[in-house]
């Protein structure tokens, strides 16, 4: 079955550490989407791609950024990890228009020390 | 920001019919309502969405005002394992994508 796949699941890292997580889907969907879910403030989005080499800034994109190469991954990358960045980290795939619903990954769960 | 307003939490008996509002006062004709749910440590789940009619499938039923400025989600016999997060979004269909904007949610806490 056609599937969304998030790794690590669970990192820990140091301050000021480069960190990259992966998402990898396999049903061919042209946008995906990062979100990071935080006590007190919900799921906040990232960034989101459209297609391969499309990237958009979200609503708390500052400190991250993102690559599309292929249909199937938009890995998100820390250039610097902060403390702030500690988080759960949630992948998203849709079907390029309509009314097509978001499958969302299991999470990965970033700590920052 | 989000453009829906839910209550930060409701209880329901198991097996009695859970019933979650939202309003969305400034929705337009091109926004249709989504709701999904979160259960604890998981991404987010597609539950149903729908434009002024009332939806159904095999999870809930949505039921949308003649004026669309509020809705209501039903799951008709909640079970211990409705207990989750429920998100109400309001999408413009017209606008290319797919993005969602989520807000707070509602606690749903289904008790035996």
């Known amino acids: 079955d056609a599937e969304i796949t998030q790794s690590p699941r669970h990192k820990i890292t140091e301050t000021g550490r480069q960190v990259t997580l992966a998402c990898h889907q396999t049903w061919n969907h042209n946008n995906m989407f990062w979100y990071r879910q935080d006590l007190g403030h919900g799921l906040r989005l990232i960034h989101y791609?459209?297609?391969?080499?499309?990237?958009n800034k979200g609503e708390v994109s500052d400190g991250y950024s993102v690559s599309r190469s292929n249909t199937e991954d938009l890995p998100l990358t820390l250039e610097s990890a902060a403390s702030s960045q500690t988080s759960v980290y949630f992948c998203a795939s849709s079907e390029s228009a309509g009314a097509g619903e978001l499958f969302f990954g299991e999470g990965s769960r970033l700590t920052v020390l | 920001d989000a453009k829906t307003t839910q209550p930060p939490s409701m209880d329901c008996a198991e097996g009695r019919a859970a019933n979650l509002p939202c309003n969305h006062s400034?929705?337009?004709?091109?926004?249709?309502v989504y709701w999904y749910r979160q259960i604890h440590s998981q991404g987010p789940q597609y539950i149903i969405h729908?434009?002024?009619n009332n939806e159904t499938n095999e999870m809930a039923s949505l039921i949308i005002t003649e004026d669309r400025k509020s809705s209501t989600l039903i799951l008709p016999h909640a079970t211990l394992r409705d207990t989750a997060v429920y998100y109400c979004i309001v999408r413009d269909l017209m606008e290319y994508g797919n993005k969602l904007v989520f807000g707070a949610g509602t606690i749903l806490r289904v008790k035996s």
């Open positions: 400034t929705i337009s004709g091109n926004e249709y």
């Open positions: 729908g434009l002024k």
């Open positions: 791609s459209y297609g391969v080499q499309d990237t």
